[in-house]
């Protein structure tokens, strides 16, 4: 029963990851910490390790349809560095119902740039080749180092952030957004996945590697029905899903709480 649990979890990410371009890592630690009953800090581990592979295989999925800026992730991974370092010692030092509560705040703000994205049909589509303009690499500094400190802290790859940032910031259009995000979730994830182990924190090798192929194959599959299947309608319901997950965990942060971390 616990390892359908684990591969039905990892298989949905990987659905939610390759549709929509992220959003779906918000629910691996809820899921693990209360589901499986991990500590808060092997989820956050584990986490990172399946979103990394997921991210991979929908962005390698991705680039064979085009849908890639490259320059702007590379810059984007780059400054996201030390916002991964700065943000896994805070994550060592914070207790476990701030951890919660500051989890659950930013799955909320995810659920607020879900609803509030504009028109698609207007953005560009920067491509590889596009030069990187001084304008855009400032913008592509600051999504990183937000980016990088929420990984490092939150341990997920912080999709549901990224899109909005990329249509709204670097006016890229859904499709190209969708897979340069894939990319910088798995550049991203990597480097606070190597941060964590480097201070304690690796992640169980069965648990993850059983999720990682079960996301590894939802993100193809997203990947490729992400042409056909109504996105708006698939980021609603994901956003309805994931306040409700928010509040839950807002509850169980003052009535109990998650395991040790």
């Known amino acids: 029963m616990m390892l359908l649990a684990v591969i039905s ?14 959003g779906g890592s918000v629910l691996v630690v809820p899921a693990l910490v209360y589901g499986l009953g991990e500590s808060v800090s092997e989820a956050t581990s584990v986490s990172l390790a399946v979103v990394m592979v997921g991210a991979l295989a929908g962005a390698i999925r991705h680039a064979q349809l085009a849908h890639v800026a490259w320059r702007h992730a590379g810059a984007i991974i780059g400054a996201a560095a030390p916002g991964i370092l700065a943000g896994t010692l805070l994550g060592n030092a914070v207790g476990r119902h701030a951890f919660t509560v500051a989890f659950a705040t930013v799955m909320l703000l995810g659920v607020g740039v879900m609803w509030q994205r504009g028109n698609d049909a207007q953005r560009s589509e920067p491509g590889s080749a596009e030069p990187m303009r001084a304008a855009r690499l400032g913008r592509c500094s600051m999504i990183g180092a937000l980016v990088g400190a929420t990984a490092g802290f939150l341990g997920v790859g912080s999709g549901f952030l990224i899109v909005p940032m990329l249509t709204t910031f670097l006016a890229m259009s859904m499709r190209v957004a969708v897979g340069t995000s894939g990319v910088i979730i798995a550049g991203t994830a990597c480097l606070a996945l190597i941060v964590h182990i480097l201070v304690g924190r690796p992640p169980a090798f069965s648990l993850t590697v059983t999720m990682s ?3 590894a194959t939802g ?10 299947l109504p996105v708006h309608k698939l980021r609603s319901g ?3 899903l994931v306040t409700t997950v928010a509040i839950y965990l807002v509850l169980m942060a003052f009535l109990g709480g998650p395991p040790g971390r």
């Open 219 to 228: 993100a193809v599959t997203g990947a490729t029905l992400s042409r056909r």
């Open 213 to 215: 192929i079960a996301c």
């Open 9 to 22: 979890l990892g298989s949905a990410v990987g659905i939610v990851l390759g549709t929509l371009g992220g």
């Open 238 to 240: 994901f956003a309805l």
